[in-house]
């Protein structure tokens, strides 16, 4: 098998479960594991470089309104690849290559390639999503002994705290404008001992 991992927690993943050695191709953040940064990179950022917080915000919203990509697919490099998986996400078009855009690639190169769509909202589902991979990638077994270790680590987390009062948090998923966090980001801050004051578990970030 050869994948395409156009998300850098699934990249992650992959390695961790044993299939990092089909990895072929991965985007521009992909930097973990360190062998991730040997692999050809398919996608970049259509930002430009050095730019303060808020105006990363205010050139992805002008993009955003007017239908413009924020990533570059480079369809040479993948059309190369020969790629069987390509796993992808359609959470955040604001996070990673947009899954449109990966389907519309593969139509133009006429690749067969499956595409795992990762979408999780909360952190059990983070979790489950080791699984699918491993379902996807032949190292199901390797990838349900993660998920079950990552549950255990939680479950010890969450077992230190629980007589404690929860502690207030403020967390920022962005500082200018400010960003209220969403999806795992409050489920995360709860097993750790604290009350998300801002953001809701498995929402948006806002």
Request: glycine content about 8%; some cysteine.
């Amino acid at each position: 098998m050869r994948i395409v991992s156009l998300l850098p927690s699934a990249t992650e993943i992959l390695f961790a479960i044993g299939a990092g050695d089909a990895v072929v191709g991965v985007t521009f953040e992909c930097d973990h594991p360190p062998r991730a940064r040997t692999r050809r990179i398919v996608s970049t950022s259509a930002l430009p470089e050095g730019l303060p917080p808020a105006a990363i915000d205010r050139v992805v919203s002008e993009r955003m309104a007017a239908g413009e990509d924020l990533y570059h697919l480079d369809r040479g490099a993948l059309a190369g690849l020969d790629a069987d998986l390509v796993v992808t996400q359609d959470l955040c078009a604001v996070c990673a290559v947009d899954v449109s855009t990966v389907h519309d690639a593969l139509d133009h190169l006429a690749c067969s390639a499956d595409v795992l769509t990762i979408d999780p909202h909360t952190l059990d589902e983070v979790i489950t999503s080791v699984v699918t991979i491993g379902d996807a990638t032949g190292t199901g077994d390797r990838a349900r002994r993660l998920a079950g270790a990552l549950r255990d680590r939680l479950a010890a987390v969450r077992a230190k705290v629980a007589a404690e009062e929860p502690a207030a948090a403020l967390v920022l998923e962005w500082t200018d404008p400010p960003f209220a966090p969403g999806h795992w980001v409050p489920d995360m801050i709860g097993s750790a001992g604290g009350r998300c004051v801002l953001g809701r578990a498995g929402e948006r970030s806002y």
